[in-house]
């Protein structure tokens, strides 16, 4: 897992690990669920500008050195990240070879731009609006604002709808990050409410009655590499504290998640069967 902050060495040392493409902006590694994207200044030469808005969101450029940029290859990974549970890993260069990891990012859209390509010819350059992934701590309350939906009132399909909300339609920046926070919270409310207080991993009640007289659990995403933000309802669990720290330090933490992996498919399966979409499915806390 990389460190938001931490300067890594070499480029390459983060290739010989994970794989991928050793050139160009855009890393797409075979054996591992991320995307790897690195921005620096050595692109402005083609019209390449990355960086920040007031908004909080990171503006980060497509590839493609000529003619108008498409999404294919890495533009299309960057894009489709998250509908393939992919993190997307943002790295900027502080100086010859040595990158600095910025943070996990989530794709909120994007917008197109008029610039010069390598031939000197205008065309039109694909913008990526980036949110970073502030997670909330797993162990902390879902919670929602005053104009949020009361997510503990919702059923499984209603939790799940919000979790998969697509995106679409002109928004402002403001919008796509409120989408965001009510996809995560949805999705990590989902998996408390489809474990009913029984450890999803050993099976056993939630160590602890909360105030509400429900059984304490923690939610852990299986899949992702990074601990939060909006992922899928199959592949989140809620799981007991002590199995939630073998999950990411344990010795077996992969005979975990293959365990986890089964059972939350098992269970999603047999929810499915018994509750078609459009039907309540567990309407109350």
């Known amino acids: 897992m990389f460190i938001p902050g931490k300067i890594y060495n070499r480029r390459r040392d983060i290739h010989a690990i994970y794989g991928g493409q050793q050139q160009g902006g855009i890393c797409t590694p075979v054996s591992y669920p991320m995307v790897i994207i690195f921005t620096g200044d050595n692109g402005n030469e083609f019209g390449y500008k990355d960086g920040w808005t007031d908004d909080g969101i990171y ?5 493609g050195q000529v003619y108008d940029m498409q999404f294919i290859k890495g533009n299309k990974a960057i894009r489709d990240h998250e509908v393939n549970g992919k993190d997307l890993c943002l790295f ?5 070879g040595e990158v600095r990891f910025i943070n996990y990012m989530v794709y909120t859209g994007h917008h197109l731009r008029q610039s010069l390509d390598k031939n000197g010819n205008m065309r039109q350059a694909i913008v990526f609006e ?6 909330l701590d797993s162990r902390e309350e879902v919670y929602t604002t005053n104009d949020e939906p009361d997510l503990r009132s919702k059923s499984l399909n209603e939790l799940r709808s919000l979790a998969e909300a697509s995106r679409g339609g002109s928004r402002t920046v403001k919008e796509k990050q409120k989408e965001i926070h009510i996809r995560s919270s949805a999705v990590k409310e989902y998996a408390l409410k489809r474990a009913q207080g029984i450890c999803e991993c050993c099976g056993k009640p939630g160590p602890f009655e909360k105030e509400d007289a429900s059984r304490f659990l923690e939610v852990h995403h299986i899949k992702r590499l990074s601990d939060g933000g909006p992922d899928k309802p199959e592949w989140v669990s809620a799981i007991c504290p002590n199995c939630h720290r073998e999950a ?4 077996n933490k992969i005979l975990v998640k293959e365990k986890l992996l089964e059972a939350v498919s098992l269970k999603e399966k047999e929810l499915a069967a018994s509750h078609p979409k459009g039907s309540p499915c567990i309407s109350t806390t």
């Open 59 to 63: 503006q980060y450029t497509g590839e």
């Open 92 to 96: 900027q260069y502080v100086k010859s």
């Open 130 to 135: 980036l949110t970073p992934v502030y997670a």
């Open 248 to 251: 990411h330090y344990g010795k």
